[in-house]
């Protein structure tokens, strides 16, 4: 079936810097991938759709500039957090939409997640 | 407003015994359910996903049922496990341009021996 890999899977940084995390469609080509925040206890939120070769579109009251997105290729989108801060730790969760749906996903899949502990 | 609400909050059961989770929405236009599990730490695997025609179906022990009419799905777990301990999520997908998911708040299940 389709596996979405993300990397790293925790990462603690530094008030101030910038920190990447990468989402790979491994054995699919992935269109679309979505990049979601989860707190504790709490569902996933959807932060951004970022489309492969052109502009990520944002949701509501998340900062463009803060949270960087990148899908220049089509099994590759990368979300930094730039000049992070306390109030940016959280669990981030990217997904990837196969253009081809077979299997129980039906197109939609979650990679395992980084949870990102800023100090 | 497409909302997914999912009942209960969380629950507690011993190993072996059966529940079942519950999951009611107002997606429109609808276009398929997802039911994911999701350990703490990781991200949510799919469990079972059904369309407006399925009213049923089946993954190992788990077995999820869709009546569209009345906008309620059901995950079924059957001779629960401690591996079973995890977040269950309802996700509805709406017909819409970049077709949305709309995700409920989970239940948290806890099996204990």
């Known amino acids: 079936g389709a596996v979405v890999s993300q990397h790293p899977s925790w990462v603690i940084c530094k008030s101030g810097t910038s920190v990447k995390i990468e989402c790979r469609s491994l054995d699919f080509q992935a269109t679309t991938m979505f990049w979601y925040r989860q707190f504790p206890k709490q569902s996933l939120m959807l932060m951004a759709t970022?489309?492969?070769?052109?502009?990520?579109?944002?949701e509501q009251g998340v900062e463009k500039d803060k949270f960087l997105i990148n899908h220049a290729s089509l099994t590759l989108s990368t979300l930094t957090v730039t000049s992070a801060h306390p109030e940016d730790s959280s669990f981030y969760i990217c997904?990837?939409?196969?253009?081809?749906?077979?299997?129980?996903?039906?197109?939609?899949?979650f990679g395992s997640g980084t949870r990102l502990t800023v100090v | 407003k497409n909302q997914v609400e999912q009942s209960p909050q969380s629950l507690i059961i011993l190993e072996g015994k059966n529940c079942t989770l519950q999951?009611?929405?107002?997606?429109?236009?609808?276009?398929?359910l997802r039911w994911y599990k999701q350990d703490t730490g990781r991200g949510p695997v799919s469990l079972t996903i059904m369309t407006f025609s399925e009213n049923t179906k089946s993954n190992g022990r788990y077995t999820a049922t869709l009546d569209a009419d009345t906008k309620q799905s059901s995950l079924h777990i059957t001779a629960s496990q401690l591996s079973d301990s995890a977040s269950y999520i309802c996700?509805?997908?709406?017909?819409?341009?970049?077709?949305?998911?709309?995700f409920g708040k989970g239940t948290t299940l806890s099996v204990s021996s």
């Open positions: 996700v509805v997908s709406a017909f819409q341009a970049g077709t949305a998911l709309i």
């Open positions: 999951c009611n929405y107002t997606v429109s236009p609808f276009s398929n």
């Open positions: 970022s489309n492969e070769g052109s502009k990520a579109t944002y």
């Open positions: 997904s990837a939409r196969d253009p081809s749906p077979s299997g129980a996903n039906y197109g939609y899949t």
